[in-house]
């Protein structure tokens, strides 16, 4: 996510000011965005692997379709027989839990299941503000289910299925509880459709100002800003980072507008005035990054590097002005790759609404802009080069919890960094974190423990950003960016923690650096950069 706040008011040099506005603006009105709490820096990885329920990204989906789902995965409390032919007793059916306990938002995410694929078929009349939903979540069960739940709060569902078979349902706030007919034993595959045919609405959220996810600002323009929970309000989900699946989107339009979304295009046919696209994801992807846009957009498509497809969709009276920045998305990747390791996806690019939601956001292969993005060029490089780097750090490297957010803004704002020491000949990195340090003292709490409703200030971004140059002053230049590269490889497609980070950073350089994170990240103060 960017505000646009970001950092290049320090060319004003009123730096101070700035951050203090956008503290203010990102922070919930009301909340103490003070952070505090942990201190130290967990000694062990939580990386979640998926071991059994993980989906490749290559092979089969080379052909077009899926790769094939274990019918069944090795998990605890699955009856059967062991090695020494003891019969198991099959594990006592239970409900599966409401949250996953996230350290900042407990509730969100379900527990019992692994989300593995979700197919979105819409059919979308913007006119109407009308939306018919067919939303299929297949899953597989890590616990022997006599129920669980969805993260939804989108509009009245008109039926859920389980396996084909009408389920009981209930709702209760953000969640939709599910009792099917037939207990779901654990390592088995389900499936589970809800429909609607209503509007979708955008959710409230503490860290941001104003509601997040499903967005329709006039008759012929709908797009889809989620992070952190705006998921759940146009499609039943398993809404937390930890549960990457894979996406399927069905969108039924009527001429002349088009549809858009995360991945590639797969089809489009037009039948009665109304047009159907289909795109699928050749990766996981988290429920916060699933977007679709629909509207008349200005396509654009060149090779990228390596293979990569770059196209873009941008409202036609912003041509002009979004181009400049977006023609340098090829170069970005190009200048970063030698940093950050291979670009993770085989497509990518921007999608730009004549609509301010007052910033843009890093959806998975598709990153969203405000128009208004633009009208700066310098804050529309460093917002593009910010969002193209998110696809490395918290699009294909995901975050495992809220708090953790810093591994995605931290890293994103460290690249708007390394694109200005790349093409700005006077550009001199020390000396301008430096200024950064000293500007931001004063108002900066701990980057590795915003709060709730702190995820998108200005510490999360910047103080994250010293501190992986810290962590470079430290290590130096070779072995720091060999880090970043066995970071995003290593939890490419994944998920991590920031102890997970810390480990690869531990690993590489050979030192304990336990007291810089822990200083930088946790610690009330600002420490002062420190030279190799
Ligand atoms: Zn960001």
């Given at each position: ?452 409703a702190g995820l998108f200030d200005s510490t999360v971004y910047i103080r994250g950003a010293l501190t992986l140059h810290q962590l470079r002053l430290t290590v130096g230049d070779d072995d720091f960016f060999e880090i970043l590269r066995t970071y995003a490889s290593r939890f490419a497609d994944s998920t991590v923690d920031t102890a997970g980070f810390v480990a690869v950073a531990e690993e590489i350089s050979g030192r304990e650096l336990g007291d810089l994170f822990d200083a930088w990240l946790y610690g009330d103060r600002t420490p002062e950069l420190v030279g190799g």
């Open positions: 996510m960017s505000s646009g706040g970001g950092t290049r008011v320090r060319r004003l040099g009123v730096l101070i000011t700035a951050l203090a506005v956008v503290a203010a603006a990102c922070a919930g009105p009301g909340i103490d965005t003070g952070g505090g709490g942990g201190t130290t820096v967990p000694t062990r990885s939580t990386v979640r692997t998926d071991p059994g329920v993980s989906v490749p990204d290559t092979g089969a989906t080379d052909e077009g379709g899926y790769p094939p789902v274990p019918s069944s995965v090795d998990l605890p409390g699955v009856s059967g027989s062991t090695t020494t032919g003891e019969t198991v007793p099959p594990a006592r059916p239970v409900e599966g839990d409401i949250g996953l306990g996230d350290p900042y938002y407990p509730d969100w995410g379900n527990g019992g299941y692994d989300a593995v694929r979700y197919t979105l078929d819409l059919t979308i009349r913007p006119e109407q503000d009308l939306v018919d939903a067919v939303v299929t979540m297949d899953a597989v069960a890590t616990e022997s289910l006599l129920g669980f739940n969805l993260d939804y709060a989108g509009p009245p569902l008109d039926q859920v299925m389980v396996n084909g078979i009408e389920a009981e349902w209930d709702r209760d706030g953000q969640e939709l509880r599910i009792q099917p007919v037939d207990v779901l034993p654990a390592g088995s595959e389900f499936s589970v459709r809800t429909t609607y045919s209503a509007s979708p609405n955008s959710v409230p959220t503490v860290a941001w100002p104003q509601g997040v996810g499903w967005q329709a600002p006039r008759a012929d323009l709908v797009y889809v800003v989620s992070e952190p929970n705006g998921a759940r309000g146009w499609f039943p989900v398993n809404d937390h980072p930890s549960d990457k699946a894979l996406y399927r989107f069905v969108l039924t339009v009527p001429e002349p507008l088009t549809a858009v979304a995360n991945g590639e295009l797969v089809g489009s046919t037009t039948e009665g005035g109304m047009t159907t696209f289909e795109y699928e994801t050749h990766h996981p992807m988290a429920s916060y990054l699933a977007t679709i846009g629909v509207g008349e957009f200005t396509a654009r498509s060149s090779p990228g590097p390596d293979g990569i497809e770059l196209r873009d969709f941008v409202a036609p009276g912003l041509v002009g002005l979004a181009t400049p920045a977006l023609d340098l998305q090829a170069e970005m990747i190009e200048g970063l790759t030698p940093l950050f390791g291979p670009f993770p996806f085989d497509i990518y690019g921007a999608l730009v609404v004549d609509s301010e939601f007052g910033g843009a956001l890093e959806n998975q292969t598709l990153s969203v802009f405000s128009g208004g993005m633009f009208r700066s060029p310098i804050l529309a490089e460093e917002v593009v080069v910010h969002e193209l780097a998110h696809q490395w750090f918290g699009d294909s490297v995901t975050i495992d919890n809220w708090r953790d957010i810093w591994l995605n803004e931290g890293f994103a704002t460290y690249a708007e960094w390394l694109w200005r020491d790349m093409t700005e000949p006077d550009f001199d990195l020390d000396a301008f974190a430096v200024a950064t340090a000293d500007s931001g003292r004063p108002i900066w709490g701990p980057p590795g423990d915003p709060g709730p």
